[in-house]
């Protein structure tokens, strides 16, 4: 029981080994993906992997709680400090339940609930009709405009007005642009629903001041832990006061058993990390990556949805390119740039094999790589897209491997 993993398992420990040097020899710009810190790996893998505390600190249903309970009160202070939130639920085990939470908290089945369709670069969970909250629940899905690429508040509005759902959601996961909270609050305000903010991509980016927060304005807000914010997988959920309760009760009992308590101590480490100084730096960082990565593929041609971006996320129609967004991705995937194929707004193509490709700069602005390296990921970009061949590919890995040896990946020491 007490043999390291290499011994215990080698099959295993090579499967981490061979992801490691994955992650430290590709470019990863899949934009919901990140580096961890060192600490942040340590304390997710540590012997709160063994305890169940169902329950909240204070009042568990197992005993043995002297180090969760400190742990758990830890973990929401930080949260409710970094994002000035007076109540932080840290306790779901992802987005997707930390939303299904929402509406287990204010809405019975069948209610109405309106968010950003999928494929306008929404969220499954904010009633996509695939997903049980597009099942259980009657959706209306507002878009983004065909000219602009952008969201338009006067068309939501109507929408709302027209449709007045019991909730709206903000957010998304292939929007580039910043969201305006406060308009979108006052439309739920109109319409009389409450107002959930989804800030997954962006938390990262609010925590470190270069997105405006929802939290003044929003009845709830959703996030993700391990995008832009940088902790272990998770996800979490900060409210107004007189939400607490209800969305607490919805997590546990309504949704979920014991927390994963490993995770929570992950996520006290990482909210430690985005409170530092040096956070609200990357989170700069991250947007200016982005930004220049955007202008240097545009200037190659690249047509960029909503002609740029604001956040850490580029999506890109390749309709003018002459290839489908999957042969794209497969073939840089091949030269060593790793990132997804994606819908577009009014995609004429299946979402299996999308017009588009989405990438990002969290992970590489992680590395510490700046302006310099986004034009060369845009000239080998520009390169393998014109020519999706193994030969390209080949080519391009050769030079991406050279540079990602001189930018050493945070908590891989391969
Ligand atoms: N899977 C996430 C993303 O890649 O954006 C959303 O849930």
Redesign the pocket.
Known sequence: MNDPLSTADPEVFELCRAEERRQAEKIRL???ENYVSKAVLEASGTVFTNKYSEGYPGKRYYEGQDFVDPLETLTIDRAKTLFGAAHANVQPYS??PANLAVYLAFLKPGDKVMGLALPMGG??THGWNVSITGKFFTPVQYGVRKDTGRLDYDEIRDLAKKERPALLWAGG?AYSRLWDFETMASIARDVGARFCADI??IAGLVAGGVHPSPVPHADVVTT?THKTLRGPRGGMILCRAEHAQAIDRAVFPGLQGGPHVHNTAALAVALKEAAQPSFKEYAKRVVANAKALAAELMARGFDVVSGGTDNHLILIDLTNKKVAGKVAAKALDKAGIEL?YNSVPYDTRKPFDPSGIRLGSPAVSSRGMGEAEMKLIAAWMDRVVADPSEETAAKVLAEVREVTRKFPAPGISA
């Open positions: 899949i934009p919901s987005g997707s969220h499954l996961t997954a991509h993700t997804n």
